[in-house]
């Protein structure tokens, strides 16, 4: 696995560098910057290295072509800011502006290229297509570097053809998760809880497959655990169900019987009689998990079942969590998603290792107030976390390590 030394002395090159600038906007106001703060480590080594440094991402799924509300400018501003530095922004990825905007760099210098979704060649299914795009990247730089940790499960122009074109190494993010997820995959330190929440069940599938003969607890709360309570007969009013995935629930719990693995569902719920909005007050209660309304649905594990979390957290060594317990954005359907982060940043505390799996649960951690410091890693990449720990072959990691 070549790292940023392996590229040799970097004073004068330009280095295209793949970050995963991908933060939720309010208009043009950033939200939530934690995917710029975690890009700015490797950006800044490759500066103060002297390369000239071409920072290349994209923002949401713009379809191909431009749409001035994905353009990443307020992204460069907010790096400026970060990396207390001028940063140039130039307005298309491969074009005139481009062009203009590299070539005028100096050594130490770093410029943000628009949102790399505005080409169509990114995304394209079409190797030949996407490696046209590759080829006009890759005439901006003299090396890469991979670090948008959230891309990398993707065979996109900017991830993966771009490194088969130039001298490539992984960046100190990619290299930090990989490093990570190995740790919980491969020999981790016992006991070992898995933590999964969110809405459905069928995103977790793989997971659930690949981690109940790792893990030795998987505790289960989110919008998924209603479809797991259904299928130990429990009605569930109105909550989230996925009807098509109850024969693999009941399989998941029979499994982990047999194997010893024990799979901890809430023993109560917050509910409500509809979902949270902007013209309603929320109205919870809190009902036991074998007895949800009818005209209910369930937001949140219960007090009892936050309690209980916490508590089989208490003495793990090794916690991967992925996906709130509830809808955390709401501060009535918050406090099961707190108990299961305050009890990660105890495990952090006593030596364990405690992994936030990106997407919304590493969101939730922001928005609750808890110190990022007080977990032991919290990953920037939730699909392609999901992915490693499901076993498959994540191409922008796998063109790296070719031979």
């Known amino acids: ?18 970050s995963d600038l991908n933060v939720p906007l309010d208009g043009t106001t950033i939200t939530d910057d934690g995917r710029i703060r975690a890009s700015v480590p490797t950006i800044k080594q490759l500066s103060d290295a002297g390369a000239r440094v071409v920072v290349t991402a994209h923002l949401g799924r713009p379809g ?4 001035p509300k994905y353009s990443l400018q307020p992204v460069a501003a907010r790096l400026s800011e970060l990396l207390g530095r001028p940063v140039a922004f130039a307005t298309d990825t491969v074009g005139a502006s481009a062009t203009e905007t590299v070539a005028a760099l100096a050594d130490g210098e770093v410029a ?22 590759a080829d006009q990247l890759a005439q901006l730089a003299d090396a890469f570097v991979s ?20 001298p490539s190494a992984m960046g100190g993010l990619v ?11 491969e020999h981790p330190e016992r006991p070992y809880v898995v933590v999964l929440g969110g809405s459905k069940v069928s995103d977790k599938l793989g997971v659930i497959d690949n981690l109940i003969d790792k893990a030795d607890k998987l505790l289960i709360g989110g919008g998924m655990v209603f479809t797991f309570l259904k299928a130990q007969g429990h009605e569930v009013g109105k909550s989230l169900l996925e009807d098509d995935q109850l024969d693999t629930c009941t399989r998941y719990l029979s499994e982990a019987a047999d194997r010893g693995v024990e799979i901890l569902l809430p023993t109560d719920v917050v509910v409500d009689t509809a979902f949270p909005s902007g013209d309603r007050e929320p ?6 998990a074998s007895g949800i309304p009818a005209d209910a649905l369930g937001l949140d594990i219960g007090p009892e079942s936050g309690e209980a979390f916490a508590a089989a957290l208490r003495d793990a060594r090794t916690v991967f969590w992925n996906g709130p317990m509830g809808v955390f954005e709401v501060d009535a359907f918050a406090e099961g998603t707190r108990a ?17 799996g990106g997407g919304d649960s590493a969101a939730a951690v922001r928005k609750l107030g808890f110190d990022e410091a007080a977990f032991g890693h919290i990953s920037t990449g939730g699909g392609a976390s ?12 796998a063109v790296l390590e070719r031979d």
């Open 1 to 18: 696995m070549s790292d940023i030394s392996s590229l040799g002395d970097l004073t004068g090159k330009r280095v295209l560098v793949r």
């Open 64 to 67: 191909g072509s431009p749409d």
């Open 112 to 133: 943000v290229l628009e949102n790399v979704r505005f080409n169509d060649g990114e995304t394209s299914k079409d190797d030949d297509v996407r490696g046209s795009f």
């Open 147 to 166: 670090d948008g940790f959230g891309v990398v499960h993707r065979k996109q122009a900017s991830v993966y053809d771009v490194a088969l074109r130039l």
């Open 175 to 185: 290299a930090a998760e990989v490093d990570v997820l190995r740790r919980l995959t």
């Open 283 to 288: 109205q919870p209660s809190v009902v036991p």
């Open 340 to 356: 299961v982060a305050q009890a990660l940043t105890e495990v952090t505390s006593s030596g364990g290792l405690s992994v936030v």
């Open 386 to 397: 999901l992915e490693f720990l499901e076993g498959k072959e994540l191409p922008g990691i």
